[in-house]
């Protein structure tokens, strides 16, 4: 057991998925999971541990923002050897050809800041996805006809933005979408040498101002977590 995490080292699987929201995690271990175990509750923070087409996998809520996820990220890596860790998540469209409930690949993740910024000091260092996961991740999204984008996103600090100069810098050079984690998620993956990946649905936009209807989401977040286990066994 960490601090954060109560699971004991057996009941964490290499491959994880990291949702934000703890009740997206249950929901997704529900859904797609073989057999899914509660393993963790500390702090609301759910997560659970089961099979998918006889793999086993984790689902394990990150929270809101890099210095949540960075503290669920760290403990995997260091106390649990997780080897995969695959966020699935909402971002808001960025650019026109960026649909609602489209599935955005990200490359890349840009930001102002990060929890591992004091490491790097003047160094602005590009954390980037694993390669192979993003390749798998494009094809397990071509097959199911999902319309996928491959590219830059946006990791932002905060959710309610006051800096739309900001916002048209990253629209002018091409950011698909913005998110709150997947850039520090980058860093601790090459710092340790693990495998990650961000696989975001559009849920809204910042150039139309459309938002996926409530209603909506469970199908469309479907999409990404067979894209992200798909892409983790392949």
Known sequence: MTIHIGAQKGDIAPTV???GDPYRAKWAAETFLDNPKCI???????????TWQGHPVTIQGSGMGM???????????????VQTLIRIGSCGGMQDKVGIRDVVLAMT?????????GIFKELNFAPCADYALLAAAHQAATDKQVPVHVG??????????????????????????????????????ARHGRRALAVLT?????????????EDREKSFGDMVEIALTAAFA
Do not use: K
Not at 110 to 116: D, K, V, Y
Not at 161 to 178: A, F
């Open 202 to 214: 559009v849920s809204d936009h910042l150039i139309t101002h459309e938002a996926l209807p409530a």
């Open 152 to 189: 830059g996103i946006y990791s932002s600090d905060v959710f309610y933005d006051e800096r739309p100069d900001l916002n048209e810098q990253m629209m002018r050079h091409g950011i698909l979408g913005v998110e709150m984690e997947a850039a520090e998620l980058y860093n601790l993956a």
């Open 109 to 117: 993740a840009s930001t102002l800041s990060t929890p591992s910024r």
């Open 17 to 19: 998925l990291m949702p």
């Open 40 to 50: 963790n509750e500390v702090r609301g923070m759910l997560g659970f541990t089961g």
């Open 67 to 81: 210095p949540s996820l960075s503290i669920y990220a760290n403990e995997l890596i260091s106390e649990y050897d």
